[in-house]
Structure formats: C-alpha cells, structure tokens
C-alpha cells in the first residue's frame, strides 16, 4: 500500500533535480508501490479539499492507490507529468488548476504527448479541470456568501471576517470578494478551510472541476 507523506516528499526532491534525484526517485517508486492514480493540483489547500471530498463520500484514497500531490506552483507541472508519465512511474495522472494556470497545465500536458492544441474541455476529458477563477471562488459560489458565513462561524472567526469587512478598502466590495480575500489573508487559513468548506456542500453542489476529480 502507497505512503502517501514519504511518496509525496520524495517526488519533490526527485522533480527538483539535482544530486540527490536519483536517490529521491527510488524512494519515490518504494514508497508508491501499488499507487495507481496521481491527482496533481497546485497548493496544499486544494489537496484537503480533494481529500476531504474523498471523505465524505467514504473513498479510502490510499487503499484505492490514489495519491493527491500538491505542485506548489503551477510551473513545474510539465516535470512531474513526465515524473508519473510511461518513462516514469507509469501511473494515471489527474489534475486540477486555476484558471490563471490553465496554460501551464495545457503546455505540461502536450508537452508530454497527451493532445495539441487542448481546450479546456479536452483537458476535462483527460482528467484535468480547470477551477474559475479557483478553487476558493467555486467553492464561495457553490455555497453561496450566507453559507461561507456559517463555516466561518463554526471556525471561530466571524468576528475577524467582520473587523476585516469593515476596513476601508473592503467596504462596498461584494461580499464574495470579502470573503475569497478573506480566506488568503492569513498564512494557513486558505488551507484550514479547504476541507471546512467541501464538507459544508450540498451532495448535488460540488463545484464541477472538482466533482469529476474522483468521479473514476
């Protein structure tokens, strides 16, 4: 059965470079043995939102060889296709992104072979879904301001989300824009939240790119 912390710590050594590749590559392939699926998204939040997902719809990730591997940046996604690519690993590889890094994506993805000239919805078929504008805005919009407001009462912070709506430059903002700027203020908050949010959802009202993420 897959490590999932130890796998994902050796691939971003091994997609680094450098002299210790080598090394971080047969760490990588010992603690993936049985991996089946890599879902590649970009930061830590948007993998407790994919597990917390998982979750709730009583998916063991890592007894079905799955592995959600935060890029921390969108640029370096062409490396860790080919990393998980036929001369790699050779597993499935998924993937979601933001809509200001749907380029890369597109780039990484014909770069390794997998299409030219993808649009969006051919990336969908791939497996890939690109987030509007990300994955925090599809959220806010699936739940709707009133029931973001609720989660964050539940965490403890309305009071710091009503100090927040009440400085200069965010009176008269729409209330969405609060609250996505909200959530990326503090270091940690957007990822404490990732999961609080996919677990307050509706069954029927999973943001679309994220839905299919683990609909195979």
């Known amino acids: 059965m897959p490590e999932p912390d130890r796998f994902r710590a050796a691939v971003r050594v091994w997609a ?57 940046g969108a640029m370096s996604v062409g490396r860790y296709l080919r990393l998980f690519g036929a001369q790699g690993l050779a597993v499935t590889v998924r993937g979601l ?26 990336m969908e078929v791939l497996g890939f879904g690109v987030c509007v504008t990300d994955l925090e805005d599809e959220l806010i919009r699936a739940l709707g301001s009133d029931g973001v407001e609720r ?3 539940e965490q403890g912070d309305l009071a710091r989300l009503r100090v927040f709506q009440n400085q200069p430059a965010q009176r008269g903002r729409p209330v969405e824009r609060q609250l996505r700027r909200f959530l ?27 839905d299919r993420l683990l609909a195979g």
């Open 97 to 122: 992104c933001d809509e200001a890094e749907e380029g890369f994506f597109r780039r990484g993805l014909e770069q390794v072979g997998l299409g030219a000239g993808l649009t969006r919805s051919a």
């Open 16 to 72: 680094a470079g450098g002299p210790d590749a080598a090394t971080a590559a047969d760490a990588a392939r010992e603690s993936g043995a049985g991996l089946r699926t890599v879902v590649l998204v970009e930061g830590v939040s948007d993998q407790f939102a994919v597990e917390a997902l998982a979750e709730r719809r009583h998916r063991d990730l890592v007894a079905e060889g799955v592995c959600v591997v935060p890029l921390g």
């Open 184 to 210: 990326g203020t503090m270091s940690g908050r957007k990822a404490r939240y990732a999961g609080a949010l996919v677990r307050a959802l509706e069954p029927g009202a999973v943001p679309r790119p994220l």
């Open 151 to 153: 989660v964050i009462a």
